[in-house]
């Protein structure tokens, strides 16, 4: 048998905070990325000294770091300690983007499990095209995708999802929250007025307004409102006139169009109410636009575009003079690209992303009016950017391009 022998001396015990104590690497790791992630002013001074990439200065290796993807962010902060600090955050990486004028736009997709129901925000870098998360929303009931409404202030890279139904009682909710890209993180607004899901949204002027929907006893709203985004306070507006569930709504020309769409057995035509913010009137749709309007809209160049959730058809225009819809030149959307859609636009560029969070753009050109009309045309060409094999199960609900 080995045997064993046992010393009489123990090695000296020390208190937690005992100067003579030392770290493991992985508590050493841990106090330094704390330390990184709330950096006191003396540590950033020193760091300072430290170039950010060596052989260029800070101004214009700043610029580079500033252009990288967020998705490699995890892996390029373990270069150094500056790195981190700048990389290790996503609200002082956009603040620095934003004292340096960059602007890009970032497309955010409100998606859902097909399996699970469990909703999330998948975010979309339009210049590098990869995809990364932002924050869970603050909702405490289990909440049904479809019920929702978003609306941004793109410029102001910041984001509103307003209203919702609680999954499974057909409860509709009063909650707003704001998601602001430079701080990465929700905020809690002033609930509105009235609870209401499945409701038409609109920006207008940078107020954003809402009307009709699903109340709490499942019978449909007439009612109205807007909220200040500046001061977070709602206030009622004139009601529409008639009671309405919205399946889309589009501004155009300072107004706020709704359509309830059309609805099987498609005996009636679909009802629609257009308000002028300037009167506070509600009036009825015209004819030619509602029995048209077939799909989610966008508004391009000034004009309302609407891609067909019927069938596979090309991207149609309304034209005003005529009170009608006609189809633009170029190639259907593409087949990859399954309902349902969420769409939105940017510039000359219209965003439709489909199930597995497939994303068709389509570039919108104006052509030229023909001899003797004065009336514009357009075309469009689509390409297609692929999902990664992790995002296969989500399907979208909504989309919003953000600039930051």
């Known amino acids: 048998m080995q045997r064993v022998r046992f010393s009489s001396q123990q ?15 992985k508590f050493r790791l841990a106090v330094m990325q704390s330390s990184l992630a709330n950096p006191s002013p ?4 020193s760091l300072r000294e430290e170039p950010l990439i060596p052989g260029l ?29 700048l990389l290790g955050n996503k609200e002082r990486f956009f603040t620095n983007r934003k004292q340096l004028g960059l602007k890009d736009p ?24 990869s995809w990364h998360t932002i924050p869970a929303m603050p909702c405490k009931d289990r909440v049904c995708p479809h019920g929702f409404r ?9 984001l509103f999802v307003c ?10 909710l009063d909650l707003v929250l704001k998601y602001e890209m430079q701080k990465n993180r929700w905020t809690v607004m002033n609930r509105m007025i009235t609870a209401r ?18 109340s709490t006893d499942l019978f449909e709203l007439d009612s109205a409102e807007v909220l200040d985004p500046l001061n977070g306070s709602w206030r009622s507006i004139a009601s529409m006139g008639t009671n309405m569930a919205s399946y889309d709504a589009a501004v155009l020309n300072g107004k706020l169009l709704v359509t309830e769409g059309w609805l099987w057995p498609f005996y009636v035509s679909p009802r629609g109410q257009v308000y002028d ?8 749709m015209a004819v030619g636009l509602r029995e048209g309007w077939t799909g989610s809209s966008v508004v391009v160049y000034g004009h309302l575009f609407v891609v067909s959730e019927l069938e596979r058809m090309k991207l149609k225009v309304y034209d005003p003079e005529t009170d009608s819809w006609e189809a633009i030149e170029g190639p259907p959307l593409p087949e990859q690209i399954c309902k349902p859609f969420a769409v939105n636009a940017c510039d000359c560029q219209i965003y439709v992303v489909g199930r597995n969070l497939l994303v068709a753009v389509g570039h919108i050109s104006r052509l030229n009016p023909k001899e003797n009309s004065e009336k514009w045309s357009f075309s469009v060409q689509w390409h297609v950017i692929d999902a990664p094999e992790s995002l296969s199960d989500l399907t979208p609900s909504s989309s919003q391009v953000l600039f930051a």
């Not at 913010?277 to 009825?284: A, I, L, S, V």
Request: net charge negative; glycine share 8%.
């Open 11 to 25: 090695a000296p015990v020390h208190k937690l905070g005992d100067p003579q104590m030392t770290l493991s690497p």
């Open 42 to 45: 003396e540590l950033e001074h």
């Open 57 to 85: 200065p800070d101004d214009v290796a700043l610029n580079c770091l500033l252009r990288l993807p967020v998705q490699s962010h995890s892996s390029c902060r373990a270069v150094c300690k500056r790195w981190h600090l």
């Open 106 to 129: 970032w497309l955010f997709v409100f998606a859902y499990h097909k399996c699970t129901g469990k909703i999330q925000w998948q975010v979309l870098d339009l210049t590098h095209f």
């Open 150 to 158: 978003c609306v941004s202030l793109p410029r102001d890279g910041t």
């Open 163 to 172: 209203g919702g139904m609680v999954s499974d009682v057909d409860c509709p």
């Open 197 to 214: 899901s499945f409701f038409a949204s609109g920006v207008i002027d940078g107020m954003i307004y809402v009307a009709g929907g699903n």
């Open 277 to 284: 913010p300037r009167t506070n009137n509600w009036e009825n």
